[in-house]
């Protein structure tokens, strides 16, 4: 009896809800950890990062606008959607490691516990880093985080589906919207793990996608107007370049340091606002 | 209302009942008790009825908790402490959480049908008010688990150990997703006593949390009467005792307490204030004065059961208010047009017509709605006193019935200080236009919660909880965990 032949699947870019080819018709080779090939991924273009852009500004008023506990609930039905692929994801982060499956499984578990995490925050940001203020005066004063707007991540390169759902999660659950690169050596977890948001209820341009050459996206990426956060987790030899490219528009960005506690990219994309209320009759 | 009102071209405007299907809430004849995960056989028990309201027959057959029930709760809720929950990492906690949340949500529907046949509340109410908001407290609360350590009590607060809890009727359901998802969120295990007149939300509850798998005794729901609570503040294997009620019954539940220094908190009466400004648009005034009265039959601890108007335009809601109470649709709980059910149970309804004719022999001006009532089961209809004194009984006491006080005021500070004239301080509300003016009367009202231009606002990242004789502590938000945390 002959094996049964694996239906092969072709990985495109995630842009506004949809799984699209790089305008550009550009793809590249994904390897196994011996060399071996397992998929073309897209190799995005500076055109594609800009409809990225664009779209991830089109959901951002809206997504920050619908209540904290509906951006929770859709973070947490995310997770859900990852727990029932837990095996595939495992598969391709095995395949891309080439390590054993208990350990891929453990890097899966990881990533949809901080889903989890996450979906956690929306509805206690404000509560933790927002309150009142006792001004010496008659008015009521009171701070009330923000989202900075659109935020461009680049996915941390060792392919952690872990460390990916940090750089994504984080600025969702505080009302900003993504555009995230993933890792050009294994971006095929994170690109399933970003399919899901389909059926999620993640509105179209929340979440934004791109796989590629990070050499050619970066500074269309550091430098464009309209991104607001920059998440420099993964830029690695191009990271200073990214940050001094950033201060053109005064671009926030995170930079990872060792100890850092687990909010600390959380509280990068997110702004104070302060209102003063006079009182008095 | 006049009946030409409701003649068109179509023919009668009347709507047609719709009723929603008592089959659905799948009741048993009887239930037991349930403890380290189990459900207990009701025949091993003393079984008392539980009615509905609505007709004034038997629902079901429940346990009644005696000392001994009590007893192994606590201690299965002592052990799951001990050898499960304490230690396990906050994330798993939360997964557990959020499961109770999603399954709550997905048997919605018949969780709302059981409350409101058990309770006599509207369908309206328990579907899109008491279900939604028991899933979201959970879902709350779940995100804290693992969060602990931001909440402002210190790096890694520790729970304080098994929590007896003892809730209400007015809100079945809802009162015990307050009282078990911070507790379980901070680490606690409980043990939970449900009302006398409203057992079966909790033990469809019970249900579900075999679904998730919770592990056994982690919650143990004991039903029975007043002495099964009193059984269970008095034992000494708890830690914490959280309580739902009646002042009275606070009273006696904070003096076991002082016996034993362990852990209280207290959510008890109200006679809350409902000031409105004359600059404040009337068409939703009255709306929120309905609300504020009428929801839950009066059945609401933070009620707006005194209405204090500004006497420029006292007549004026006056009228508008009447008008708008003959407009409300009272009967049949299950159907979806109802606004106002049953009362909970004959002894309120006792104990409302007794307050109610103290009005009326005190001198106040009573109006009732001009609504049919049911001719079994325990009603009362929807009432406005005016010309209410602030010496009259029902404007002191709490009557937790479908029954507003109506007082006038001339100023601001007027209307501060009839608000304040009270022992109590749950809730207050404020009608007016004037942003400044509503927060400087906020400032100075004794009151847990104030409502701005709304009213009977609930939700589970927001503190809730009283000043005074209406008890200490606060459920929901971030305060809501320190009453189950050792900080």
Not at chain 1, 211 to 229: C, K, N, P
Not at chain 2, 135 to 162: C, E, M, S
Not at chain 2, 233 to 247: L, Q, R, W
Request: glycine share 8%; net charge negative.
């Amino acid at each position: 009896m002959s094996e049964r032949l694996d239906v092969m699947k072709t990985y495109k870019l995630l842009i506004k809800g949809q799984f699209l080819r790089s305008e550009s018709g550009r793809t590249y080779e994904v390897s196994d950890a011996v060399g071996g090939f397992l998929a073309n991924a897209a190799r995005a273009s500076r055109k594609d990062v800009r409809e990225a852009v664009v779209a991830a500004r089109g959901a951002q008023a809206s997504w920050w606008e619908s209540s904290a506990y509906l951006k929770g609930q859709i973070l947490y039905r995310w997770a859900e959607m990852a727990e029932s692929r837990r095996r595939d994801l495992a598969d391709l982060v095995q395949r891309a490691w080439g390590i054993g499956e208990d350990e891929a499984l453990e890097d899966v578990n990881a990533a949809i516990d901080r889903l989890v995490w996450y979906a956690g925050w929306t509805d206690k940001i404000a509560q933790v880093y927002g309150g009142a203020n006792p001004v010496a005066g008659p008015y009521f004063n009171f701070s009330v985080p923000r989202p900075c707007g659109v935020v461009a991540a680049i996915a941390p390169s060792n392919g952690s589906l872990q460390g990916w759902v940090d750089v994504v999660a984080a600025p969702l659950c505080a009302g900003n919207t993504v555009v995230a690169v993933a890792s050009h050596e294994h971006p095929l977890a994170a690109f399933a793990l970003a399919e899901l948001t389909a059926t999620a209820d993640v509105p179209p341009g929340v979440l934004n996608l791109l796989t590629g050459d990070l050499a050619e996206l970066a500074e269309t990426l550091a430098r464009h107007e309209d991104v607001d956060g920059l998440d420099l987790t993964g830029a690695g030899e191009f990271a200073t370049a990214m940050a001094e490219w950033s201060a053109d528009s005064i671009t926030r960005t995170y930079r990872p340091h060792p100890g850092d506690d687990p909010t600390r990219r959380l509280r990068s994309f997110i702004e104070t606002t302060t209102v003063w209320h006079t009182m008095g009759y | 209302m006049s009946d030409s009102f409701l003649v068109s071209p179509l023919g009668s405007l009347e709507y047609a009942p719709a009723p929603e299907s008592a089959a659905l809430a799948r009741l048993s004849d009887s239930y037991g008790l349930f403890i380290d995960g189990r459900f207990s056989d009701p025949e091993s028990h003393e079984l008392v009825e539980t009615l509905n309201p609505a007709t004034g027959e038997p629902l079901a057959r429940y346990a009644r908790g005696s000392t001994s029930d009590v007893d192994a709760a606590v201690r299965s809720a002592r052990h799951a402490y001990e050898s499960v929950w304490r230690d396990l990492p906050g994330s798993e906690r939360a997964k557990y959480l959020f499961r109770i949340a999603r399954l709550i949500q997905e048997r919605a529907r018949e969780l709302a049908v059981v409350e409101t046949l058990d309770n006599g509340k509207p369908i309206r109410e328990t579907r899109d008010v008491d279900v939604p908001l028991a899933a979201a407290h959970f879902f709350y609360y779940a995100g804290w688990a693992d969060k602990l350590g931001y909440a402002g009590y210190g790096a890694a607060p520790r729970p304080l150990g098994v929590a007896g809890q003892i809730i209400p009727w007015n809100f079945p359901l809802l009162m015990a997703a307050w009282k078990l998802a911070p507790a379980l969120a901070a680490g606690n295990t409980c043990v939970l006593k449900p009302a006398e007149t409203t057992p079966l939300s909790a033990l469809v509850l019970a249900e579900i949390l075999q679904q998730a798998d919770l592990p056994p005794g982690v919650v143990n729901i004991v039903t029975g009467d007043g002495t099964t609570g009193a059984a269970l503040v008095a034992h000494p294997g708890i830690d914490k005792v959280a309580f739902t009620g009646s002042t009275e019954v606070g009273r006696r539940i904070q003096r076991t307490a002082a016996q034993t220094g362990r852990h209280l908190t207290l959510e008890l009466g109200g006679k809350g204030a409902n000031i409105v400004f004359e600059d404040a648009p009337l068409d939703e005034v009255i709306e929120g004065i309905i609300d504020g009265i009428f929801f839950n039959q009066g059945h609401v601890c933070c009620a707006g059961s005194r209405l204090l108007v500004e006497e420029s335009v006292a007549d004026e809601v006056l009228r508008r208010l009447r008008r708008r109470m003959d407009q409300l649709r009272v009967g049949d709980p299950l159907d979806k047009n109802t606004d106002v059910g049953a009362v909970n149970s004959a002894t309120q309804l006792d104990k409302i017509t007794e307050l109610v004719e103290a009005g009326e022999r005190e001198g106040a001006l009573r109006y009732s709605a001009s609504c049919a009532l049911p001719d079994r089961g325990y009603w009362f209809a929807p009432t406005v006193f005016s010309n209410v004194s602030q010496t009259h009984r029902i404007a002191r006491e709490e009557i937790f019935g479908p029954v507003l006080s109506m007082l006038t005021f001339r100023t601001p500070d007027e209307a501060v200080a009839k608000a304040n004239n009270t022992p109590y301080g749950l809730a207050c509300g404020v009608w007016s236009e004037k942003g400044s003016r509503t927060l400087w009367v906020a400032e100075r009202l004794k009151a847990g919660v104030i409502w701005a231009n709304t009213y009977n606002q609930f939700d589970p990242t927001s503190p809730f909880g009283g000043v005074r004789e209406s008890g200490f502590g606060r459920e929901g938000g971030r305060q809501g965990l320190e009453a189950y945390l050792d900080v």
